[in-house]
């Protein structure tokens, strides 16, 4: 006998139960008519979307997800469907997996595990299953978990000594770098270690600074992936079990398809441009505006940015000052025609001007410092917005991750904006996307990855005249930021001065008060600056100590 398990990999609208209830009832009338399913099975938290955070706090959550549930109930039949929802039971609030076949709820499973660290606030919302969930379906004992239950041996084990012969996991898997082949790893582990098959649904769409790519997969008991659904990519995908009493293991999945992997560069570029994507269309913005200053920040992002929502919805203004060189103003006309957006070039000398002659009385006495620079990107975030507000258009700022690190970006000025790409991506990745990019076809002139990186806000000059190399700089970064490495443990590896190390750990120390102000963005690193990392604004802890 086959038992043929369609898995449901879409992207929902956090809070819009009614729209995700009518998509898991169209799905799943789908996955019987043209799939031929006996199961389709949904993500964790479908009906809601994920991460749902305080909505699960309203008082009118419950009567919406049991509207939902009883709409699912009454309009699917003929195939078992098995979803992800939050339900309040005996006054406690659960995360839910459900099965429903005919008319009838036939199990309730209750996440046993619940993640408290880095995006993770489970324990803030919901309370802990204690029982295993185990329903029959065409003869197979089917036992439910959801996510984090995979990553400890505790729920699964009991779902096996319950009878369970196949583990479905529901999952709100969110992307970072080197996260697909973590999951290889885990499942390949919990199977072996109940000699059970494993089917794998995650969650695929983004949620402000989350990423969530899909990467549905299966595999046997013997932990051999057999299946892989794509990355990135909403749809059904299909899996065969073949069941067979006589066999030592009765469920045996049957090789399906295997997408191909994607490298470092690949999956970044994807995540990044599936972020900004359903950021501008789930908050139904009519498109972007960025500044194109003929850099690389901004020559990348306006590439995700077209990727995202086409060259038509997107416009790039060119805002030159005294200091901007001809060269930025080649690459940026040229990056502009490359990739065929709306662009426009208003200079800002005379603005600059008008808010330093209202100043002169103020500054008198004081000599000049960064506080002229700063005009100068704060008279660009005025333009920016102005843009916005007046077409409806969203400011994408193009900032990223090492210089939101250390400060080195200016407040109401090029950190103006409603959404960053590059929040998460440290500089020495910048040019390895950009050449990635380039790949998919040329639209960042080559000049424009190889020239000295330069904020040109003062004559000749030069990132690394504020900063050490990148090379460097990005190193320290990581280690303090995603390993949490004291300054001490940095200067053991003998890779770096004293003066460095402990420079630029204080310089990611008081930019903390930048950070909170800056723009939500794309979460790729297991530790991004956001819901991942938090670090008071005020605080009296000492680097050396």
Request: charged content about 25%; glycine content about 8%; some cysteine.
């Amino acid at each position: 006998m086959t038992l043929r398990i369609a898995m449901a990999q879409l992207d929902m609208l956090v809070g819009d139960i009614t729209k995700n209830t009518q998509s898991v009832i169209d799905t799943a009338c789908k996955a019987r008519d043209e799939e031929r399913a006996d199961v389709v099975v949904f993500p964790e938290l479908t009906l809601t979307g994920y991460p749902p955070e305080d909505l699960l706090l309203r008082p009118s959550l419950d009567p919406r997800i049991e509207s939902a549930l009883a709409k699912v109930l009454a309009e699917v039949r003929d195939i078992h469907v098995v979803i992800g929802y939050p339900r309040r039971i005996d006054g406690e609030l659960f995360n839910c997996a459900g099965v429903i076949y005919q008319g009838k709820m036939l199990v309730e499973y209750a996440k046993q595990k619940l993640p408290n660290f880095l995006v993770f606030d489970d324990k803030r919302y919901f309370s802990e299953g204690l029982d295993a969930g185990i329903v029959e379906i065409k003869g197979v004992k089917v036992g439910l978990s959801i996510c984090e239950d995979i990553w400890h041996p505790e729920p699964v084990a009991q779902a096996k000594a319950a009878g369970a012969e196949l583990i479905l996991n529901l999952n709100a898997s969110p992307y970072h770098i080197e996260k697909m082949g973590e999951r290889e790893t885990l499942l390949h582990k919990r199977a072996t270690e109940v000699s059970l098959p494993i089917v794998y649904v995650n969650y695929m769409g983004a949620q402000d600074e989350l990423v969530y790519e899909g990467g549905s997969f299966a595999v046997n008991a013997k932990g051999e992936k057999i299946m892989q659904a794509p990355w990135f990519e909403a749809g059904l995908y299909c899996l065969d079990m073949i069941v067979d009493d006589s066999q030592p293991n009765k469920v045996e999945p049957v090789a399906g398809i295997i997408a191909p992997a994607l490298d470092v560069e690949a999956s970044v570029y994807q995540a990044m441009v599936l972020g900004l994507r359903d950021y501008i269309e789930k908050n139904r913005f009519k498109g972007i505006v960025l500044g194109l200053s003929g850099g690389i920040d901004s020559a990348l992002s306006l590439a995700v940015a077209v990727d995202a929502i086409g060259a038509d919805r997107v416009q790039a203004v060119m805002m030159p000052y005294t200091y901007t060189s001809s060269i930025s103003l080649h690459d940026a006309e040229e990056e502009a025609n490359l990739l065929g957006v709306k662009y426009s070039v208003l200079p800002i000398e005379s603005m600059v001007s008008a808010f330093t002659d209202i100043l002169a009385p103020e500054f008198e006495g004081y000599a000049k410092d960064t506080t002229e620079e700063n005009l100068q990107a704060r008279t660009r975030g005025v333009v920016l917005m102005a843009i916005s507000n007046k077409k409806g258009l969203m400011v994408l700022t193009t900032g990223n991750k090492s210089e939101m690190a250390v400060g080195y970006a200016t407040l109401y000025g090029d950190m103006v904006g409603g959404y960053s790409v590059l929040k998460d991506v440290f500089k020495t990745l910048v040019f390895k996307l950009c050449r990635y990019r380039n790949t998919l076809g040329y639209v960042i002139p080559e000049r424009v990855i190889t020239r000295p990186p330069s904020a040109e806000l003062a004559p000749d000059q030069k990132d690394e005249d504020s900063l050490p190399s990148y090379d460097i700089l990005d190193d320290i970064l990581r280690m303090y930021i995603e390993e949490d490495q004291s300054a001490e443990a940095i200067l053991s590896t003998k890779k770096f001065d004293r003066e460095t190390v402990y420079r630029v750990l204080r310089l990611v120390d008081v930019n903390e008060y930048k950070r909170r102000q800056s723009p939500t963005g794309v979460r790729i690193t297991a530790r991004g600056f956001g819901r991942d990392r938090r670090y008071p604004i005020t605080n009296g802890w000492h680097i050396g100590e």
